[in-house]
């Protein structure tokens, strides 16, 4: 069994988040320390720690995550101008929470995707 992080605390509004969006599937907040004018995670409501746990049953949890993605970035102003769409995996890609979560970073030019060596 997973180990709840902090963001189910978040989902179940027991500690304090701006919360953008939430239905039965999924929520939103504003990062806690945004890399870009715009960041907002998008999580899905039931604990999936990571990429590699994503199983068929969760599709339409992760379906609606790009879907309030796409209505968030409109209502953020910056749907034409275009945003960036994250989701990291254990070590190497940088996670450090486990609870799976997808990044919607805008507001400024975020430019090609280059990994630091
Ligand atoms: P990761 O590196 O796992 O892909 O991203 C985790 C993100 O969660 C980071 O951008 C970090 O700033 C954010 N974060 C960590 N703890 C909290 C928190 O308690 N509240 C909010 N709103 N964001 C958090």
Do not use: F, M, R, W
């Given at each position: 069994m997973a180990e709840e992080t902090i963001f189910s605390k978040i989902i179940r509004r027991e500690i304090p988040a701006d919360i953008l969006y939430q239905d039965d599937l999924v929520t939103a907040f504003c990062d806690?320390?945004?890399?870009?004018?715009t960041h907002i995670l998008i999580v899905p409501n039931?604990?999936?720690?990571?990429?590699?746990?994503?199983?068929?049953?969760?599709e339409k949890a992760l379906g609606r995550m790009i879907t309030v993605a796409a209505k968030l970035a409109d209502e953020a102003g910056i749907a034409d101008d275009g945003y960036r769409l994250v989701i990291n995996c254990n070590k190497h890609g940088g996670?450090?929470?486990?609870h799976i979560h997808m990044h919607l970073l805008g507001?400024?030019?975020?430019?090609p995707l280059v990994a630091s060596r």
């Open positions: 806690i320390a945004p890399k870009a004018p039931h604990l999936i720690p990571t990429v590699n746990d994503v199983k068929s049953s969760d996670q450090e929470v486990y507001g400024q030019y975020i430019g």
